[in-house]
């Protein structure tokens, strides 16, 4: 019996599903080639629509099985321990298993910097999970609050902190200030009871946009009646305090904290090379620095733009050409193809404000773009997500309903 060559990726968000795809497609002639996909959970998570799913329950999920069945990739539900880039075995908790190519693809992880509290007392947006909780909490909270007599405790019970104003602070921020309307609407609370702050440390939200266009979205927050505290950290946290750099204390019982990401420490204790934030250090090819056999993409890899020599952004749009490209660059290795070095390509960039609002940005020819604000923003912002799904489709050959 012949021995398959193993492909395996880690990873089943936005970068490593796109290359588990592309690679079982390009790898569809050789049966001498095995795909392998491994991920902690049985779905692919719409990680970008995390804020809908925390306030609204939006479904935001696909079985790994749907997308993958009919596909020549075989699914394992675990988690990496440690990889062996010696032997080449990616060690999970119970079993092990070999590869002729890896790809790094495990997204991050929630940062609390050690900020006293703040991990115990407060709730991350980072995964379905959290998604979930946050949504049975503040549902529960709505009702709580209705029939709480003393003002200043309903004041209190409403009053709710988000650390950090990037991108994900800000669309929940916007999603949970439609909703709170509607709250006050289904449970007859005063609508003044209800108030809705960011903490941003930098000196504006979504800091790594262009100014005027975050200009723009404070504009649309404070429309909302969202409270935007700019160049102020979370240094402390209780279950019923948030205390900011400033010296201010905002009394509330609840923050969610979107304030930072950190990556697995897995590659940095398998030995890989490692540069700023974690990230692993990859060559124009997205291979592990030395080791040609092993690829990183999307927040684990540390992917420099060569016409700006800065770090890529930890964005889909960009984990999803990383996919994409990493797939193709191991065929061309195995067949003597031309390898291609990754150039970022910034499409533009959407950014929700609420249900029926957004303010977006598409890339024109000739470096020029075209912004879109109110109801075709959202219209766009929808594009782009249908955009992931169709393309999911695309790659597995049939159709997956979202």
Known sequence: MEIKKNIVVMGAGYGGITAALR?????????????????????????????????????????????????????????????????????????????????????????????????ENSFPLQTLRDAHLIFDYISQLCKHAASEPVEGRRRDMLRFVIGGGGLSGVEFAAELADHATQCVRNTHVNPQDVEIIIVESGSHIVPRMDESFATRIHKKLLEKGIKIIPKAKIIGRTPDTATLSSGEVLKTQTLIWTGGIRISELARESGLKIGQSGRIVVDEFLRADGLPFIYAIGDNALAINPITGQPVPTAAQFALQQGRLVAHNIYADIFGGMRIPYHPKVLGEVVSLGRHL???????????????????????????????LFLLRKESGKWIAS
């Open 23 to 119: 690679l079982a497609r390009l790898f569809r002639q050789h049966p001498e080639y095995q795909i392998h996909l491994v991920d902690r959970n049985p779905y692919h998570t719409l990680k970008t629509q995390l804020h809908e799913a925390a306030v609204r329950k939006t479904a935001i999920s696909i079985p790994i099985d749907r997308i993958i069945q009919r596909q020549k990739i075989i699914f394992h539900l675990g988690e990496v321990t440690r990889i062996d880039s010696l032997e080449h075995i990616v060690h999970m908790e119970s079993k092990s298993l070999p590869f002729n190519y890896l790809i790094i693809a495990l997204g991050s992880q929630v940062n609390f910097y050690n900020i006293p509290g703040l991990q």
């Open 358 to 388: 957004a303010v977006g940005w598409l890339a024109l020819p000739f470096l020029k773009k075209i912004t879109f604000v109110g109801f075709l923003g959202s219209l766009l912002k929808t594009a782009v997500q249908e955009k992931h």
